[in-house]
């Protein structure tokens, strides 16, 4: 009798404990639906949420040269995305996607069984393409077997209501712009940029496949990190599309014999195409955004999905970063070689512990008290690190200090080309290495722009009505009433007998002459044509500003010389053409800021380009023609500032002003010698390397090939004069070459 008591008892025993378990299942689900295990979002919340956008730079020929973002994510439309991107996706992660409503019971039930009772660890998570896309919108905060369960059941809740607000196409596409690639990449749009350097629509099969490969492990299946892995997961992937229909057994045995190709382009700030015109887009973008919110907009640089349309032309740009680093590479060989081991880097102690109080490092232990030998000592301490030359990057054993001075030896540019049209900017390159030299040296750095200046003081002598074909002596001269200031030239020793031409002393940049031309002008009229041709800056009044001693952004230069061949017109240089939202409408146009009034007179204009012809032809810049064959239309003008601390040179050709600067950060270490620190060596070479570039490419024939509008007859005869006049025999048997002139400057 108590046996079959006991045969009644166990299945109503069962029974209840199946029944108390349910219950407690369902309370535990009710009290997470409710809340209680943490918020879950509303209809209304998944049904309103917004992307984060990342925001891109185009250049002028339509060419992706960056991102701005907190995440690195583009989406993008349903019908942007291929069939086989889709089959793909539903083949490997959610067979049933179109069948089940949010959540594959039978897949449940399946892993329950292979994990439960076979003990079966890679019967996978059971979760479908909705769940997943639940986690992407609401990513798990912690990770432990308790919020695991909850995480689980919150997805499912989450999943069943999206099934409600949105169609099987449109979970896709939420899925697809928001799942992680790792790396800070999310989205397939920005996945199929980073690794193949193209958008989603041009995605082949087999690229395809590669990437939702990688959804199961993003990095373990990173196509660059584990090439084989990632090889072998794409061929699963595509063996899962044949087994699905979604291709043929012919189709599928042929792409998995494919090579693993990749296209890999990281946008890093730091590196790529242009990165420091990319970061002035940024600060520019990033103050507009600032304006259009006091006025009542709601636009964020790295999440509002701006496109942002620039001047540059990203072919000009790449063979401009080329030719720099083939320059420069080259040019610094040189400078080390002429210093020595007796290089300021090296000796000048007094200079490398100026520079060392100057880095983070040494403030921040300043900060929290320490003295300076305990600091000195601090940074003195070896340690691995890398450090970089034109050669690459290769770790070291060397300290804080010793990173000082291998980076305080390099020499640095700033060069930049415009249309002078337009003001457009179509190459901008702010230094030589934006990873390890931050500092822009065309929006940040004012320096001494040497002989450039000299063309605004001959455009002023011309304005007050001086003659091209005024002779001016080239004897030195010690002004009396400015300290016996004596400028000096760097030329024949039989100068002091020479009398120069205008356009003779300009083309070989003859300073004695040009102080006695600023002189005839008048220091007063030599600024105020300076500010007309868009020097904003503040100029020295000293009759040392003849010789450039003015410091100006490579930007005022670049402006004041498109006056030259745009009628007189100094046009600014801008690089924003267009910002518009994700969908193309455009929300700012931006315009390059015209003077519309002439700088100078026709006459005046046509004057001066011939005498910077000369400049090229047969002056201080005449390496243009012998050494690299240039044979197009350029003007232009060298400079060299004082103890050969800064090269220069300016190109005009009748398409664009090209501005080049090449020097060292620290102003307190110039080129050992002239022959190397002239503009016409430092400088020069970086328009002319470029330009030689443009005219292999007939792309660029229409810039190349542009002709100066022909001189009139009555402007040549104006300059029709002897260049030089050398003194009579008398004056020559009374002037002592050897002294100077002694006089007072006309103020």
Not at 462 to 472: D, H, V
Request: hydrophobic letters at 35%; proline letters at 3%.
């Amino acid at each position: 009798m108590v046996s079959r008591k006991r045969k009644h008892v166990l299945p109503k025993l069962l029974l209840r404990s199946l029944l108390a378990a349910a219950l407690l299942i369902f309370t535990f689900i009710l009290c997470v639906r409710l809340g209680l295990w943490g918020e879950i979002p509303s209809d209304k919340e998944l049904s309103t949420f917004h992307y984060s956008r990342a925001s891109e730079v185009y250049s002028a020929d339509s060419v992706l040269i960056g991102k701005f973002y907190l995440n690195d994510q583009q989406p993008i439309l349903f019908e942007n995305i291929p069939e086989h991107v889709k089959n793909a996706l539903t083949a490997i992660e959610d067979e049933r996607f179109y069948e089940h409503s949010g959540i594959d019971y039978r897949s449940l039930i399946r892993v329950a069984v292979k994990t439960i009772a076979l003990q079966d660890r890679s019967s996978g998570g059971g979760s479908t393409l909705t769940q997943q896309l639940a986690k992407n919108l609401y990513p798990r905060k912690e990770r432990n077997k308790t919020t695991l369960i909850v995480d689980k059941i919150k997805e499912m809740i989450i999943a069943k209501r999206l099934e409600k607000l949105f169609t099987k196409d449109e979970i896709l596409t939420h899925y697809l712009n928001t799942v992680s690639f790792g790396g800070n990449t999310y989205g397939i749009e920005s996945a199929a940029l980073k690794f193949f350097n193209k958008p989603t629509g041009e995605l082949t099969v087999e690229e395809a496949a590669t990437l939702i490969g990688m959804l199961k492990a993003t990095y373990s299946y990173n196509p660059r990190l584990f090439p084989k892995k990632s090889f072998a997961r794409r061929n699963l992937v595509l063996v899962a599309m044949a087994n699905n229909g979604f291709i043929d057994t012919i189709e599928k045995d042929s792409l998995i014999d494919l090579p693993l190709k990749l296209n890999y382009r990281e946008f890093d700030h730091d590196v790529g195409l242009a990165p420091y015109f990319r970061e002035e887009v940024r600060k520019k973008v990033r103050d507009w955004c600032k304006q259009q919110n006091e006025s009542g907009s709601n636009y964020n640089l790295y999440t509002s999905g701006l496109k942002i349309y620039t001047t540059l032309d990203s072919e000009m740009q790449a063979l401009a970063e080329e030719t720099m680093t083939i320059h420069m590479a080259s040019l610094q060989k040189k400078f080390e070689q002429s210093y020595g081991n007796n290089a300021p880097w090296i000796k000048n102690k007094a200079l490398i512990n100026k520079m060392v109080k100057r880095t983070p490092a040494y403030q921040k232990l300043k900060t929290l008290g320490w003295a300076e030998p305990r600091i000195m000592d601090s940074l003195k301490k070896k340690r691995l690190m890398t450090l970089g030359d034109w050669s690459g990057e290769k770790p070291v054993n060397a300290s804080a200090i010793d990173s000082v001075q291998h980076y305080m030896r390099f020499l640095n540019t700033g060069s930049l080309a415009v249309d002078p049209s337009t003001g457009a900017v179509k190459t901008w390159i702010g230094g030589i290495n934006y990873k390890h030299f931050k500092y822009d040296h065309i929006a940040q750095s004012k320096r001494q722009v040497g002989s450039t200046f000299k063309p605004i003081v001959y455009t002023a002598a011309l304005e007050t009505g001086l003659s091209p074909c005024t002779y001016f002596s080239a004897q030195e001269v010690s002004y009396e009433n400015l300290k016996g200031w004596s400028p000096s030239n760097s030329g024949k020793k039989d100068e002091a007998y020479l009398n120069y031409s205008m356009e003779m002393a300009l083309s070989n940049s003859v300073n004695t002459v040009a102080v006695k031309v600023l002189e005839k002008s008048g220091i007063d009229k030599v600024i105020e044509q300076a500010k007309k041709m868009g020097i904003r800056s503040e100029l020295p009044h000293q009759p040392s500003l003849a010789l450039g001693t003015g410091e100006l952004y490579v930007t005022e230069l670049a402006q004041a010389y498109t006056s030259y061949v745009n009628d007189g017109v100094a046009v600014a240089p801008y690089i924003i053409q267009t910002i518009t939202n994700q969908n193309d409408s455009i929300l700012s146009h931006f315009r390059p800021k015209k003077t519309n009034k002439s700088a100078f007179s026709n006459k005046t204009g046509d004057i001066m380009l011939e005498m910077m012809k000369s400049t090229i032809d047969q002056g201080t810049a005449s390496r243009i023609r012998s050494t690299y064959k240039l044979k197009n239309d350029i003007a232009g003008k060298t400079g060299t500032t004082q103890n050969n601390k800064d090269a220069w040179f300016v190109a005009i050709t009748p398409k664009l002003v090209h501005v080049s600067w090449v020097g060292l950060d620290n102003h307190e270490i110039g080129f050992k010698n002239t022959s190397l620190g002239q503009g016409a060596n430092a400088a020069l070479p970086l328009f002319a390397l470029w330009y030689q570039k443009l005219n292999g490419n007939s792309n660029y024939d229409s810039i190349t090939k542009a002709r100066f509008k022909k001189t009139d007859s009555s402007v040549l005869d104006l300059l029709d004069c002897e260049p030089i006049k050398r003194d009579g025999f008398f004056k020559r048997l009374f002037k002592n070459p050897n002294k100077k002139k002694v006089k007072k400057f006309r103020q």
